[in-house]
């Protein structure tokens, strides 16, 4: 069996771990220790059992443990993994200097770690000492139907004040452009305050765009870059502050590397 350490409220976790354990052609019982309310939906965790994050790994007893993120946990919790249990850890950019106080004296040691994107110099510092392997992966997502719409989409999961600035960042492009595409809101909810003429969409995995698609607005997280990577033609991006990811030094190193 096969524990994931997902904690924090969002998404992205989720997203992540289905794409890694797709990648790794994982065919084991998978314990996803998540208290994100994104968790109970079926077309995220399907074939999953979902627990809360404090559940204990000895009670558990998995074979692996995949550690998503934050090596330590989202607030340091981790320390010592129960011996027996190969450890594997995600690593995705974080705003290391904010993360760092947060790291325990005995911070968990990784079998193997596994870089899916560019690290600050100190965090893969720390990741390689604490770490008996470290190599990079790309990830690849399951098979997915295509979004199949006419015009822009503005793809995002919440909170709505961020989902509505998308959308505002959207229409501001619009009216520069002189375009008048229809827009195409793809989020878990409709957010209070959406224009009518706005159409929204609950679509579980927001992947791939069909050919009727003209552009992609999304913030800066981790997915939204990786999984709109070969669209980069048609993808802006709008990044928002975080406690611990840095979407600004993604959408940044994304932007200078697409000129």
């Not at 947060?102 to 110099?121: G, K, N, S, Y």
Request: aromatic fraction near 6%; proline fraction near 10%; glycine fraction near 8%.
């Amino acid at each position: 069996m096969i524990a994931c350490y997902a904690a924090g409220g969002g998404l992205g976790h989720l997203t992540r771990l289905r794409a890694f354990l797709h990648t790794m052609a994982v065919d084991d019982e998978v314990v996803v220790l998540s208290d994100s309310p994104f968790a109970g939906d079926p077309r995220v965790s399907s074939g999953w059992t979902v627990r809360p994050a404090s559940t204990g790994l000895a009670a558990l007893a998995p074979d692996e443990l995949i550690v998503d993120a934050f090596p330590a946990g989202l607030k340091g919790e981790l320390t010592r993994i129960p011996a027996g249990i190969r450890v594997t850890h995600l690593a995705r950019l974080l705003r290391w200097d904010a993360y760092l106080p947060l790291l325990p004296a005995d911070p968990p040691r990784f079998d193997r770690t596994f870089v899916l994107e560019p690290l600050d110099t100190a965090h893969e510092a720390h990741l390689r000492a604490v770490s008996a392997e470290v190599a990079p992966l790309a990830l690849t997502d399951p098979p997915s139907e295509r979004l199949d719409v006419d015009g822009w989409l503005v793809v995002h999961s919440g909170p709505d004040a961020e989902t509505l600035e998308l959308l505002a960042y959207a229409r501001d492009m619009v009216a520069m452009e002189g375009a008048n595409p229809p827009l195409t809101l793809v989020s878990p909810h409709r957010p209070d305050g959406l224009p009518a003429e706005v159409v929204h969409l609950d679509a579980y995995p927001a992947g791939r765009p069909g050919p009727g698609v003209g552009r992609i607005v999304t913030a800066a997280g981790f997915n939204a870059v990786r999984q709109y990577a070969p669209w980069r033609e048609r993808h802006r991006m709008l990044p928002f502050p975080r406690t611990l990811d840095d979407q600004f030094a993604r959408a940044a190193r994304v932007r200078s590397t697409s000129r």
